[in-house]
């Protein structure tokens, strides 16, 4: 094979993340996102002009003339540009294990770098916020840093020894070869919510000795060991883990790293302010997302629907101001609206004060939830934030955005496609439980026995599975006789469930608003049997019932079940 390129790391870069920026939809309140990425791949530029390959020419000066009005049209002409020097192949001397990462190469490191990639969004960012404390869990002598492109958001997080934040794609470049003021690392992880593909490159990269590429959004893992010229590629786990929070636990795993406590997910960060005194309940909404804009007219009934005109306790409503101008003005016109229809009295509405350049940074909206008891959030990174603060959460999300619900007992996830009424009844019940409705503004399910099982044969369920992750491994994950009290706790379960599904009717209309972000009806799938399961199947049949365990226990009746009968475990 003829040597690869030496502008290969760099070209596949630009190539790869060229790609990731046209295909991702941006709102107006997110243009600033845009024009930040540009600038990042163009600082890629200066590198690819010193090395002669056939296109690379053509490539800088398509690159340098790239804007706002033009990425889409000019992408596709310098991605052809650039075919010649991204194209990458592993060497042949390289073993290829298709096997988890052996347990020194995290587990020896003295120096670890977590880089999160730019494709990756801050509330995918949020979910990685346990890795720092997984790799002190089984290294804890190791120097955790941190390399982001969001300010502020990681200060507060629990194991990171230093963070920073990089500027561009080559101050990117410069951090995974230890070539910037970070200096060198035993062990380079890029983490990033699309698929780079940069582990081939690293191969022919002579900066990078050990290095893994973690993938959220294609839920994969890619790792290269230089010094002894081994590549891993671990299997994905399929049919289970569609939950991106339960995606990185499996592939924490592959890394050689513990998955924790499932609440260990959202007890992340220091500093977190005490519980409230209850006086006064704060909520904070915000009506923005980086893929769509908010609906004005649908913003302004919804805030002033949601709060009865006299609440049982003061109520303070802090809207988000957004990110510039124009979400400013449509935040300062939603307070304005909604603070005419509740008059001032017992519900007083504001918008939060953005910082000195005129917009909420990271570390703003960190600062209003920690104040905050209830959130009302679209499906954007601040209803990944708020369960870190212990927040009630009610979440605006459209259809296909199921694997982004937080698995927090507090989070609820409402159809933003939905009838706004239904919307509001929902969220109704959830809020009933802060004592801020009146009993004549809600209508209360009827909760019995029935429910009381299920709720009861969820936690021995959970019970069961705390501490594992069924078959993930791909051998017996457990003996016969764990995984026979398996079957039996969740051929329980789905009885009891499928018992108060049929009593979902009889709920009064209000309440029905909770159920619309699961297809209830459908059944869970028994596995009862009079024959223990063949050896063989076992790691099916584990990863079958602890992945529908997780969707269940991530469900709005199971969160609403638990908050109405007893506190979440």
Same mark, same amino acid.
């Given at each position: 094979?003829?040597?690869?390129?030496?502008?290969?790391?760099?070209?596949?870069?630009?190539? +790869?993340?060229?790609?990731?920026?046209?295909?991702?939809?941006?709102?107006?309140? @997110?243009?600033?996102?845009?024009?930040?990425?540009?600038?990042?791949?163009? !600082?890629?530029?200066? *590198?690819?002009?010193?090395?002669?390959?056939?296109?690379?020419?053509?490539?800088?000066?398509?690159?340098?003339?790239?804007?706002?009005?033009?990425?889409?049209?000019?992408?596709?002409?310098?991605?052809?540009?650039?075919?010649?020097?991204?194209?990458?192949?592993?060497?042949?001397?390289?073993?290829?294990?298709?096997?988890?990462?052996?347990?020194?190469?995290?587990?020896?490191?003295?120096? *670890?770098?977590? *880089?999160?990639?730019?494709?990756?969004?801050?509330?995918?960012?949020?979910?990685?916020?346990?890795?720092?404390?997984?790799?002190?869990?089984?290294?804890?002598?190791?120097?955790?840093? /941190?390399?982001?492109?969001?300010?502020?958001?990681?200060?507060?997080?629990?194991?990171?020894?230093?963070?920073?934040? %990089?500027?561009?794609?080559?101050?990117?470049?410069?951090?995974?070869?230890?070539?910037?003021?970070?200096?060198?690392?035993?062990? *380079? /992880?890029?983490?990033?919510?699309?698929?780079?593909?940069?582990?081939?490159?690293?191969?022919?990269?002579?900066?990078?000795?050990?290095?893994?590429?973690?993938?959220?959004?294609?839920?994969?893992?890619?790792?290269?060991?230089?010094?002894?010229?081994?590549? %891993? +590629?671990?299997?994905?786990?399929?049919?289970?883990?569609?939950?991106?929070?339960?995606?990185?636990?499996?592939?924490?795993?592959?890394?050689?790293?513990?998955?924790?406590?499932?609440?260990?997910?959202?007890?992340?960060?220091?500093?977190? +302010?005490?519980? !409230?005194?209850?006086?006064?309940?704060?909520? %904070?909404?915000?009506?923005?997302?980086?893929?769509?804009?908010?609906?004005?007219?649908?913003?302004?009934?919804?805030?002033?629907?949601?709060?009865?005109?006299?609440?049982?306790?003061?109520?303070?409503?802090?809207?988000?101001?957004?990110?510039?101008?124009?979400?400013?003005?449509?935040?300062?016109?939603?307070?304005?609206?909604?603070?005419?229809?509740?008059?001032?009295?017992?519900?007083?509405?504001?918008?939060? #004060?953005?910082?000195?350049?005129?917009?909420?940074?990271?570390?703003?909206?960190?600062?209003?939830?920690?104040?905050?008891?209830?959130?009302?959030?679209?499906?954007?990174?601040?209803?990944?934030? #708020?369960?870190?603060?212990?927040?009630?959460?009610?979440?605006?999300?459209?259809?296909?955005?199921? @694997?982004?619900?937080?698995?927090?007992?507090?989070?609820?996830?409402?159809?933003?496609?939905?009838?706004?009424?239904?919307?509001?009844?929902?969220?109704?019940?959830?809020?009933?439980?802060?004592?801020?409705?009146?009993?004549?503004?809600?209508?209360?399910?009827?909760?019995?026995?029935?429910?009381?099982?299920?709720?009861?044969?969820?936690?021995?369920?959970?019970?069961?599975?705390?501490?594992?992750?069924?078959?993930?491994?791909?051998?017996?994950? !457990?003996?016969?006789?764990?995984?026979?009290? /398996?079957?039996?706790?969740?051929?329980?379960?789905?009885?009891?469930?499928?018992?108060? /599904?049929?009593?979902?009717?009889?709920?009064?209309?209000? #309440?029905?608003?909770?159920?619309?972000?699961?297809?209830?009806?459908?059944?869970?799938?028994?596995?009862? !049997?009079?024959?223990?399961?063949?050896?063989?199947?076992?790691?099916?049949?584990?990863?079958?019932?602890?992945?529908?365990?997780?969707?269940?226990?991530?469900? @709005?009746?199971?969160?609403?079940?638990?908050?109405?009968?007893?506190?979440?475990?």
């Amino acid at each position: 094979m003829p040597p690869l390129p030496p502008a290969i790391l760099p070209a596949l870069l630009l190539s +790869r993340y060229l790609f990731f920026l046209t295909q991702r939809p941006i709102s107006r309140s @997110n243009t600033h996102y845009l024009q930040q990425r540009i600038h990042g791949l163009q !600082s890629l530029a200066g *590198v690819l002009a010193n090395v002669d390959t056939p296109g690379t020419a053509t490539a800088v000066a398509l690159l340098r003339g790239l804007n706002p009005g033009n990425v889409r049209e000019t992408a596709e002409r310098l991605q052809l540009q650039l075919l010649p020097a991204a194209r990458a192949e592993l060497p042949p001397g390289y073993v290829v294990a298709d096997t988890a990462l052996p347990e020194d190469f995290l587990g020896a490191a003295g120096r *670890v770098l977590l *880089v999160f990639g730019p494709a990756i969004g801050i509330g995918d960012e949020i979910i990685c916020f346990p890795l720092p404390s997984r790799v002190k869990a089984v290294n804890p002598a190791a120097e955790v840093v /941190v390399l982001t492109a969001y300010e502020g958001l990681w200060d507060r997080v629990s194991g990171v020894d230093r963070h920073g934040c %990089y500027r561009d794609h080559d101050h990117l470049l410069a951090a995974l070869r230890g070539q910037d003021a970070l200096g060198g690392f035993d062990v *380079v /992880v890029l983490v990033d919510f699309e698929n780079p593909e940069l582990y081939r490159a690293v191969t022919a990269d002579g900066g990078i000795g050990r290095y893994a590429e973690l993938s959220l959004g294609a839920r994969v893992l890619a790792a290269v060991d230089n010094h002894d010229r081994w590549v %891993y +590629r671990p299997p994905q786990a399929t049919g289970c883990s569609t939950n991106f929070y339960d995606t990185l636990d499996r592939l924490a795993w592959a890394m050689g790293l513990p998955a924790g406590e499932p609440a260990a997910r959202f007890d992340t960060l220091t500093g977190r +302010r005490p519980a !409230s005194d209850g006086a006064e309940l704060v909520v %904070y909404a915000c009506p923005f997302t980086s893929k769509y804009d908010p609906s004005p007219r649908y913003w302004t009934r919804l805030l002033c629907s949601l709060l009865p005109a006299e609440p049982a306790r003061p109520v303070r409503v802090v809207v988000d101001p957004g990110t510039n101008s124009s979400t400013r003005r449509f935040s300062a016109q939603l307070a304005q609206a909604a603070a005419a229809h509740h008059d001032g009295t017992a519900v007083t509405v504001e918008q939060a #004060a953005p910082d000195v350049r005129q917009r909420l940074s990271v570390r703003g909206v960190f600062a209003e939830l920690d104040r905050a008891d209830v959130v009302v959030c679209t499906d954007s990174f601040t209803a990944h934030a #708020a369960p870190l603060f212990g927040c009630t959460t009610l979440v605006l999300a459209r259809p296909g955005l199921e @694997n982004w619900r937080a698995p927090h007992p507090r989070s609820f996830h409402f159809d933003g496609d939905g009838p706004l009424a239904d919307v509001v009844g929902g969220m109704r019940q959830v809020l009933g439980h802060h004592g801020v409705l009146r009993p004549q503004d809600r209508q209360v399910p009827p909760l019995g026995a029935p429910e009381q099982r299920l709720v009861a044969a969820g936690r021995d369920l959970a019970r069961l599975l705390a501490g594992g992750h069924g078959g993930a491994d791909g051998g017996d994950g !457990s003996s016969g006789a764990d995984v026979e009290r /398996v079957r039996a706790a969740y051929s329980c379960l789905a009885a009891a469930r499928d018992a108060v /599904v049929q009593r979902l009717p009889g709920w009064p209309a209000d #309440a029905r608003g909770l159920l619309r972000d699961e297809a209830y009806e459908i059944p869970m799938r028994r596995l009862e !049997s009079e024959r223990p399961v063949p050896r063989w199947a076992r790691p099916a049949v584990l990863n079958h019932m602890e992945h529908h365990w997780l969707r269940w226990r991530n469900t @709005n009746l199971h969160k609403y079940l638990e908050l109405a009968l007893g506190e979440a475990p």
